[in-house]
C-alpha cells in the first residue's frame, strides 16, 4: 500500500537522521531505494494496465520517476528489451539518459548500465537492453520488438501519433508489455486520446497520474515555486505548465483561451469611471453557484473585468452578502442582477443586505449564449481586458459556443453570465453619470 503525501513529507523530513544511525552501505543502499525515497504518485500504480499516463506539471519529478521505472524493469528482468523514446534523438540523449534525473544518474554503482551513444544503447550488467529513439523520425520504430516503453514528453513529439502507433506495435516479447510516458499536458490529438481512453476505460487499459509543480517544493530551488505561482498562477501557461491540466478548447466557442490570455494585464491606467457589480443568482438555495462578477470602465473607455467575487453553497442571505461586500470594496455605482428566478427575491435579499445597494434588476429574453454574444464581440475589438487571472470564469466563457450550448465547467456558466450582464451593463447599455474614482 503507497503511503499518502503527508507522510512521505514526515519520512523526507526524518531522512537525514535516519541516516545516522544505519550503516554506510546501509545507507547507501536506502538511498538508492525509490520505493523509499519517492513520493506515492511518482511509483507505478497497481493492477494491469498497459500504459501509465503521468500527465503533471514541470518539475514534478515526471522524468527521474520513469528513469526509475525504467531501471527497476532492468535490474529486475534480464530479458527486459526497453525503448526509450524522446521527442528528438538528441532530448532522449540529454534528458532520458544524461540528465540530472536521467538513467544514469538515478543508477547505483552495482548495477550500473554501459552506455554507448553510437549504438543508441544502454546494457545493464545482468544484459537487460535499452535503446533510444526520437519521435521525430516515427520510422526508425518500424522493426525493433520491445517488452517495455519509455516514452517522454509526448505531448511535443514531432512524429505524434505515428510515433506513438510504431513504438506500441513494437511492444510484443514478453509476458506483460508495458509502456510508460511522462508529459506536460499540451491538447495535442495523441494526449487527448490517453486522457480520453483513461477515462473511458476506468484505468483497465491507461491509469492517469496527475500532478503539480508544487508537489515536488522539496527538491526544487527556494523560492522557486512561489515566484513562479505569483508570475503565471491562474492563467492559461500557468494552468498548464504548473498545475498540470489538460487545456483544450471547444469548437465554436465565443471566447478561446489564447485571446483571453492576449488580453490580460497588470494594472488598470489611469482611473475608473464606472464600477458595476453583476449578479447571477441560484435557482435554489444551495445549489449552483451565485456569479459575482465586478467589471469596470477605465479613463481609456475599455471595460475591465476586475474581481470574481462568486460563491459557492449559500442561502440566499449569504450571497446577498457577498454582493454587498464585493459593492462597497470596490465603490461600485450599480448592481446588476438577473431576476428571471425569484424576480421580487432577489431584490428583497439584496435591499436586506444593504438598503442603499444601487441595484437595478435585468430580465433574459434571450439564451445566455445569445446574450453573450455581443460581449465576445467587444473582446474581439480589445475593448474589453482582463486585470490579473480567473480560472474559473475564463473557463466558464470558453466553454460557451456560439449558436447555444455549454460545454464549460459545472453544471451553469453562472459567472460567465454574471460578466456578460456586467459589461452589457457597462458598454452596451445606457451610460450613467461618470464618477472618477481610483482603483
Known amino acids: 500500500m503507497q503511503m499518502a503525501d503527508c507522510d512521505w513529507v514526515e519520512q523526507a523530513a526524518a531522512w537525514p537522521e535516519l541516516a545516522r544511525w544505519l550503516s554506510d552501505d546501509a545507507a547507501e543502499r536506502l538511498g538508492q531505494d525509490w520505493d523509499f525515497l519517492a513520493r506515492p504518485a511518482q511509483l507505478a500504480p497497481a493492477g494491469d494496465w498497459r500504459i501509465w499516463l503521468m500527465m503533471a506539471g514541470r518539475g514534478f519529478g515526471k522524468t527521474r520517476a520513469g528513469a526509475e521505472w525504467v531501471r527497476a524493469i532492468a535490474e529486475r528482468d534480464p530479458e527486459a528489451r526497453i525503448a526509450l523514446v524522446g ?236 454582493v454587498a461586500q464585493a459593492a462597497q470594496s470596490h465603490g461600485a455605482d450599480r448592481v446588476v442582477a438577473e431576476a428571471n428566478n425569484g424576480g421580487d427575491m432577489v431584490a428583497s435579499v439584496l435591499r436586506a443586505a444593504q438598503e442603499t445597494l444601487p441595484l437595478r434588476l435585468v430580465h433574459a429574453s434571450r439564451g445566455k449564449a445569445a446574450r453573450a454574444e455581443p460581449v465576445a464581440a467587444l473582446y474581439e475589438a480589445g475593448r474589453v481586458a482582463h486585470r490579473g487571472a480567473f480560472p474559473e470564469l475564463e473557463g466558464q466563457m470558453c466553454g460557451l459556443l456560439a449558436g447555444g450550448g455549454y460545454v464549460g465547467p459545472g453544471r451553469s456558466p453562472d459567472r460567465a453570465d454574471a460578466l456578460v450582464w456586467g459589461l452589457s451593463e457597462l458598454m452596451l447599455g445606457t451610460k450613467g453619470e461618470a464618477r472618477v474614482r481610483g482603483l
Open 87 to 322: 521527442a528528438t534523438l538528441g532530448e532522449a540523449r540529454s534528458v532520458m539518459v544524461e540528465g540530472a534525473s536521467g538513467l544514469l544518474a538515478v543508477a547505483p554503482w552495482w548495477a550500473r548500465p554501459a552506455y554507448a551513444p553510437a549504438l543508441r544503447t544502454l546494457t545493464w550488467p545482468n544484459g537487460a537492453q535499452a535503446r533510444l529513439f526520437g519521435a521525430a523520425e516515427p520510422e526508425s520504430l518500424r522493426g525493433p520488438q520491445f517488452s517495455h516503453g519509455w516514452a517522454d514528453e509526448i505531448g511535443k513529439w514531432p512524429g505524434g501519433q505515428a510515433a506513438w502507433d510504431n513504438m506500441m506495435m513494437a511492444m510484443r516479447l514478453g509476458h506483460d508489455p508495458r509502456v510508460v510516458a511522462t508529459t506536460t499536458p499540451r491538447p495535442v490529438p495523441l494526449v487527448r486520446a490517453l486522457v480520453a481512453r483513461a477515462k473511458d476505460m476506468g484505468g483497465a487499459d491507461v491509469v492517469l497520474t496527475r500532478g503539480r509543480t508544487a508537489d515536488n517544493a522539496a527538491h526544487l530551488a527556494a523560492g522557486f515555486v512561489d515566484d513562479v505561482t505569483r508570475l503565471y498562477g491562474g492563467t492559461r501557461l500557468g494552468r498548464q505548465e504548473l498545475d498540470g491540466e489538460l487545456i483544450e478548447e471547444a469548437e465554436g466557442a465565443l471566447w478561446t483561451r489564447a485571446a483571453l490570455e492576449a488580453c490580460r494585464v497588470r494594472h488598470v491606467p489611469g482611473a475608473l469611471a464606472r464600477v458595476v457589480v453583476a449578479v447571477d443568482p441560484p435557482a435554489t438555495a444551495g445549489g449552483d453557484a451565485c456569479g459575482i462578477v465586478v467589471v469596470a470602465l477605465g479613463g481609456d473607455g475599455r471595460g475591465y473585468v476586475i474581481a470574481d467575487a462568486s460563491v459557492a453553497g449559500c442561502s440566499p442571505e449569504g450571497w446577498a452578502r457577498a
